[in-house]
Nanobody, 118 residues
Framework: VQLQASGGGLVQPGGSLRLSCAASGTIFSINAMGWYRQAPGKQRELVASINSGGSTNNVHSVKGRFTISRDSAKNTVNLQMNSLKPEDTAVYYC?????????????WGHGTQVTVSS
């Protein structure tokens, strides 16, 4: 099982980016999926998560600006980021709890850099 993330880049303050993450391999089911971020010198933090029923949870600092969604048929999770601020600059990682041949495990995608700067 692998998670492949895409969509990072450089954007000006107030701009938007959309991150996508696709799970591939032998997958029986996926529970929660989410996005984390890690800024330089800081710990990795949860940004947003979505469970198999579609319920979402966002960290307070991104409420009203970021929206997480998933396509269960395609095993993908997306993060639409609007009104980006310099403090959103970080490496973003997707995460998923996947039930596969090895049982229920947590997987991480490679990080994708998001830089918000003028």
């Amino acid at each position: 099982v692998q998670l492949q993330a895409s969509g990072g880049g450089l954007v000006q303050p107030g701009g938007s980016l959309r991150l996508s993450c696709a799970a591939s391999g032998t997958i029986f089911s996926i529970n929660a999926m989410g996005w984390y971020r890690q800024a330089p010198g800081k710990q990795r933090e949860l940004v947003a998560s979505i469970n198999s029923g579609g319920s979402t949870n966002n960290v307070h600092s991104v409420k009203g600006r970021f929206t997480i969604s998933r396509d269960s048929a395609k095993n993908t999770v997306n993060l639409q980021m609007n009104s980006l601020k310099p403090e959103d600059t970080a490496v973003y990682y997707c995460n998923a709890e996947i039930f596969g041949p090895a049982g229920l495990l947590t997987y991480w995608g490679h990080g994708t850099q998001v830089t918000v700067s003028s």
